[in-house]
């Protein structure tokens, strides 16, 4: 016994390895976890019998998180978008934009993942896009394998790293801080991986030109009659439509005092967002009166991107947009998003009875194992708190050298190999709840650690052996050789090799973004109001967790953990004023 | 032994239909939760109870849900290691997992959760915010949720002694990476197809 309660909490980690290895549901063996050990201390003294007594109100804690429940939103929003040929439509527009160019097509592909990743934050849906589309068109005029494969991959899993992404909403969860400033935290960390994306393809077709040729002019799917590509009239639609835009963006702030009423500077991310949103609808409306009026003024090419375009800028506005402007809270920003993609969809007659049906229940079985993976790990750090195991974990880290840099980089270094093995909803659920009291104490900014964490879990999905990016790749490409049905000539398959290779330039640009966060905090931390740093009552996460173990309170819903207002609707109303007003 | 197995058909046949069921929830919970944004930016005003009935939706799906999720073996494995176990091994893991981990932790939570209810029910208490709902009902999704979820157990047990019994095949043995792949098999079949005609 004396040694059971000497090696309580790394007795209980052996057994959470052993639950969770045994391949039953993860969620059922971290709560087997928690009451093993629980009825364990409670043989040996260490707790009171009463253990167990405030679990339901945790669980009834999580039933009123208004947070996850953007879970079930966000995903019915990318299952109805991914089949609404929205990817489909912007590949191929954008892909005859720059296709000509030398390494255009992976640009092209690059900047489609950052726009659908901007509207959803499914990866899936724009990896098998782009590996039906994208991967055919570049093996064709001769893409180093390797390189074609990683940029599809890569740019897929930007969908976790931009905003709105289901890893933000998770750790901003776990983390207690809101999503919406994870999601001004993440926006500049976002945009710079992009960059270096397009650097990097840059990079290659400066100095090997031969992995990223041009598309031959033959590839031209838009003709003009006169049998110009109508690339000008794109340029020119664009400039025109820009022009417009900076000249918003530079005079904003005088703008918005005539439109809605407010003073002083207007944050830069609010800033971006309409000044997008004014770009996309003048385009459209140029767009739209060229073509019922017939004017011709257009070509075929810069008419199809600025309708392959505006899908996703109206969905971006809708989800980021309505939360920056402070019209709704993340949570009903994806709402919004799933109901404009539900519209759309339907607008564009490719949504079904099946479909609907088929993505509702995607989503409901989602959110299922989502929550109950949180249901275990809380019944898991109920004991682990109880048995004062973050202390523990503290005190591990007191031998770690480098204070703040040392933690950091160990922290990732772990979530980086278990990225490797384990989905992200279990990293984010089982090891952040453990690691966040640490970086608490340490004076890390939270919002900071959860989008370098969220950062680094993007590249779990490229790691192998199990990166799902990968798999679903690997799914759509072909396996044997096949006939190209345009040049006929003979094409071999995308080996698996060729995949992982692929992934590997990609990794290492996340790895340098991972440790370029570490090292600038200002990147993350820049874009928040002041207002973080004092808000004392978004830190619940390890409030009351350790003593609730010892005396556990009687199980009186009252006093379950609620909002202190005892008027939301009204605080949120208030909030939203005060968000708009900013 | 095929009355029990009649029996898990039957557990198998009710989790599917309720699954079925409780899904539009979510389309519900979508279109409230949109509603509640678009009213409050544009008539000013907000409801308290529409606040609470999102998450009174949300706990229904995936409280009531757990136990047709099991039945699509959908709750996450961590699987690289026992995807290398004979078939055998891994319906044997599920079945001291069932009995030993799973109905465990369903008693305790309703064990601990009914008193929530009754007293609830008892004293018809309602939310504490202005406007908000009464609470009850959510309360019974707890140990109705986990009952939910021990039943399918029963099921996936009959199913799993059958398979050693050599009766059914592998009730896990199409073992997908994760549920989410599995989702994904039916669309890339499908966006495999349309991709297909579109090239003849």
């Known amino acids: 016994m004396a040694f059971i309660v000497e090696y309580f909490v790394p007795l209980m980690f052996i057994g959470l390895l052993v639950f969770l290895l045994s391949g039953f549901p993860v969620a059922f063996a971290l709560a087997a976890t928690g009451l093993l050990f629980g009825t364990i201390g409670m043989e040996a003294g260490l707790f009171h019998s009463t253990l167990f007594q405030a679990l339901p ?5 999580i039933m009123q998180n208004d947070t996850l429940l ?112 994870m999601y001004a935290g993440a926006m500049i960390p976002a945009f710079m991986l992009v960059g270096l994306y397009v650097l990097f393809i840059v990079g290659v077709a400066v100095f090997k030109p031969d992995w990223v040729p041009a598309l031959p002019p033959e590839a031209r799917i838009y003709r003009e009659p006169n049998g110009s590509s109508g690339q000008m009239s794109l340029w020119l639609l664009s400039a025109g439509s820009w022009g417009i835009g900076a000249l918003l963006f530079l005079n904003y702030d005088s703008l918005a005092v005539s439109l809605f009423g407010r003073t002083g500077d207007a944050p830069f991310d609010e800033r971006a967002i309409f000044t997008l949103s004014v770009i996309g609808i003048t385009a459209l409306v140029l767009a739209i009166v060229n073509k019922k009026l017939k004017l011709g003024l257009l070509s075929v090419l810069a008419e199809r991107v600025t309708f392959a375009l505006i899908p996703p800028l109206v969905l971006i506005f809708l989800v980021l947009g309505t ?42 079985r989602l959110s299922c194992f989502v929550l109950f993976i949180l249901i275990g790990s809380t019944v898991f750090s109920f004991t682990f708190n109880a048995a004062d195991g973050h202390i523990w974990v503290e005190h591990l880290f007191d031998k770690l050298p480098g204070g703040q840099i040392g933690f950091l980089v160990f922290v990732n270094l772990l979530v980086f190999i278990l990225g490797m093995f384990i989905d992200f909803f279990e990293i984010a659920f089982i090891v952040i709840p453990i690691l966040a009291p640490v970086a608490d104490k340490m004076d890390i900014n939270l919002i900071w650690f959860g989008v370098i964490i969220a950062m680094n879990l993007q590249t779990s999905f490229l790691t192998p052996p199990f990166g799902f990016a990968l798999f679903y790749l690997r ?67 390890d409030a009351g967790s350790s003593s609730w173990g010892d005396q556990p309170a009687l199980p009186d819903p009252a006093a379950a953990p609620s909002d202190p207002a005892a008027d939301p609707a009204a605080a949120l109303m208030e909030e939203m004023r005060r968000e708009g007003k900013r | 032994m095929q009355l029990l197995l009649g029996l898990s058909r039957l557990i198998d046949a009710f989790s599917e239909r309720l699954g079925k069921l409780i899904y539009w929830l979510v389309l519900l919970a979508v279109v409230i939760s949109a509603g509640n944004a678009v009213v409050r930016k544009v008539f000013n005003t907000g409801s308290n109870a529409f606040l609470e009935i999102q998450w009174y939706l949300f706990s229904a799906v995936f409280l009531l849900g757990a136990g047709y999720v099991f039945l699509k073996n959908a709750h996450v494995r961590i699987d690289f290691i026992s995807n290398r176990l004979s078939p055998r091994a891994r319906n044997i ?91 994904l098999s039916y669309e890339i079949e499908e966006h495999a197809g349309r991709a297909r005609e579109e090239q003849r």
């Open chain 1, 70 to 181: 953007a879970i079930p939103f966000f995903t019915l929003m990318g299952i109805i978008l991914q089949k609404s040929g929205m990817a489909e439509d912007l590949l191929e527009s954008i892909g005859q934009v720059f296709g000509p160019l030398r390494g255009g097509l992976a640009l092209a592909v690059v900047m489609v993942g950052a726009l659908l990743a901007a509207t959803t934050g499914v990866v899936a849906a724009s990896v098998i896009a782009m590996g039906l589309i994208s991967l055919p068109i570049m093996l064709r005029y001769g893409y180093n394998r390797a390189i074609a494969a990683g940029t599809i991959t890569a740019s897929g899993t930007l969908a976790q790293a931009i905003p709105p992404s289901l890893v933000l909403i998770v750790m901003a969860d776990q983390l207690g801080r809101s999503v919406g400033d």
């Open chain 1, 475 to 541: 799914s759509v490409a072909a396996r044997t050789a096949y006939k190209d049905t345009v040049t006929g000539k003979q094409i071999e398959p995308l080996t698996t090799p060729q995949i992982y290779k692929g992934a590997i330039a990609f990794i290492i640009l996340q790895v340098i973004m991972v440790a370029v966060l570490i090292m600038y905090p200002g990147l993350v931390t820049g874009s928040l109001d002041e207002k973080v740093k004092v808000d004392l009552n978004t830190i619940e996460l």
């Open chain 1, 323 to 364: 939360i920056f402007l402070g019209v709704a809270t993340p949570t009903e920003g994806g709402a919004m998003g799933a109901v404009g993609a539900l519209i759309m969809a339907l607008s564009r007659r490719q949504l079904s009875m099946v479909l609907l049906k088929e993505a509702l229940d995607n989503s409901a």
């Open chain 2, 93 to 183: 893991i599920d079945i001291v997992g069932i009995l030993l981990i799973l109905w465990p932790f369903c008693i305790l939570f309703i064990e601990l959760s009914w008193p929530i209810f009754t007293r609830a029910w008892v004293s018809g208490e309602m939310s504490q915010n202005a406007g908000g709902l009464i609470r009850w009902p959510v309360f019974l999704l707890m140990p109705v949720g986990f009952a939910l979820l021990m039943l399918q157990g029963v099921s996936e047990l009959i199913k799993r002694f059958a398979f050693l019994a050599g009766l059914i095949p592998d009730p896990i043995g199409h073992n997908p990476h994760s549920p989410e792949e599995e989702v």
């Open chain 1, 57 to 61: 109100l945790r669980l009834f804690g």
